[in-house]
Each structure stands twice: as structure tokens, then as C-alpha cells.
């Protein structure tokens, strides 16, 4: 089953002289509980693909569907709401509250959404990331393995139908590195989640079922 769709996307910044093409015309598909992986050197316009995927940029031209929601018909205040409820972002630099402890930061969405937060799901979703005995603790008590596992139960608790990942371990030392990806495979076969991961990582990229290179904005192989 599909669950995203992109088609013809296209982002251009400035005009003229200093217009620059960041994505260049790109389509493909996902299946739904597929784990993707994009590729890309530094300025290829893989970032540019997920932030557009996810909602948070649009494009020059293009779509965009989402379980099949067309999702830049939506206007600004929409399409803030569906991104909250739908797609699960993952920043290389894990954007947490330094205020708020490690369940109040993975629960953020739903309670932003004014939604119930079940004590036994969250409570799995811990045992999920390990982070049981850490869940009073604040951001700056955490290693930084910790506090991407904590952004990544943050993107999962609201069980999205799409789950991105932007360079997730991209600030971690290479033993934090193999348990975040351990984890977002764990997640991909055990939670269902359909995952798409932005890495310049080829031996990352190769958990994945299928890899996307893109190179100055362009798809150019697929595996």
C-alpha cells in the first residue's frame, strides 16, 4: 500500500542571477512500512526533499501526498496540524525543551494536540528507548545518545503515518550511531513505521530496504 507519493517536486531559491535549484523535478513512491534511505552529498537537495515531504517548506512546484492527502492544499494552520498528528521529525540536533523531562518532551505532541496521554503507551514507548530511569530527567542531564532516543520517542508516540529522519546520528559518537539505528529499525519492524532517512552514511543508508542518491537535486539511482 502507498503511503507517500511525491511527483514533480520542485524548489528553487531566489531568482535570476542568484536562482539556485534545490530539487529538480523529483518523483517517487513508499510503501507503507517501508524503511528508505536518501543519500547525498552535502548541497544535493536531500534536506531540502524531507523538510518538503514533511510539510515544514513548500515547493516551487510539485505535490506531495500523504495517505493520500494532497498535503499543500492545506493552508498554513492545516498543514500545522497534520504535520503534528502525521509525520514524526528527527533533527540531527534533537531540538528538545530544556525545560521539560524526557516524558514531557516525548509526550510534547500529544499534549499540544490536547490529547490523552496512556500511561501504558507511554510507558512502553521507554522501555522501547531504554530511557525508563531517565524519565524525570531534564535534556542537559542526558548523554547525547539519550536525548536523540528521547526526540525519536517524540516523533513515534503519536503513531504518524510517516516517520523522518534528518542525519539522526549525525552529532553521535559511532556507539550512540549504531543504537539510534538499531532503534529506528526496531521501530520500522516492530511498529510498522515507515521511515525516511536523510544520511551521507552509505553504511547507515544500507539498513534500509531501499536507497535513494540524489545529486544536485536530482534522483539519479535508486536500490
Known amino acids: 500500500m502507498e503511503i507517500l507519493r511525491v511527483e514533480n517536486l520542485t524548489k528553487i531559491y531566489g531568482k535570476d542571477s542568484t536562482e539556485v535549484v534545490a530539487l529538480d523535478n523529483v518523483s517517487f513512491s513508499v510503501e507503507k512500512g517501508e524503511f528508505v534511505a536518501i543519500v547525498g ?5 536531500k534536506s531540502t526533499l524531507l523538510h518538503l515531504i514533511g510539510g515544514v517548506d513548500r515547493p516551487t512546484s510539485g505535490k ?11 493552508n498554513d494552520d492545516k498543514l500545522a496540524i497534520f504535520r503534528r ?30 490529547r490523552e496521554v496512556k500511561k501504558e503507551t507511554l510507558d512502553e514507548m521507554l522501555k ?27 516523533a513515534l508516540i503519536t503513531n504518524p503515518t510517516l516517520v523522518l529522519a534528518d542525519e539522526p546520528t549525525g552529532n553521535l559518537d559511532s556507539k550512540s550511531s549504531d543504537e539510534i539505528v538499531s532503534l529506528l529499525k526496531k521501530s520500522n519492524k516492530e511498529l510498522k513505521q515507515t521511515i525516511i532517512m536523510i544520511t551521507h552514511n552509505m553504511e547507515i543508508a544500507k539498513i534500509a530496504d531501499r536507497i535513494i542518491t540524489i545529486e544536485d ?7
Open 128 to 154: 522501547l528507548l531504554g530511557l525508563q530511569d531517565r524519565r524525570k530527567h531534564l535534556p542537559n542531564e542526558l548523554s547525547g545518545g539519550q536525548q536523540q532516543r528521547t526526540s525519536i520517542g517524540r
Open 64 to 74: 506531495v501526498f500523504i495517505d493520500g492527502n494532497d498535503i499543500f492544499q492545506f
Open 41 to 45: 552529498a552535502s548541497g544535493s537537495g
Open 217 to 223: 537535486g536530482k534522483i539519479t539511482r535508486e536500490v
Open 85 to 114: 498528528r502525521q509525520v514524526g521529525l528527527i533533527y540531527q540536533f534533537y531540538n528538545l525543551i530544556p525545560i521539560l523531562n524526557v516524558e514531557e518532551n516525548i509526550t510534547l505532541p500529544l499534549s499540544l494536540d490536547n
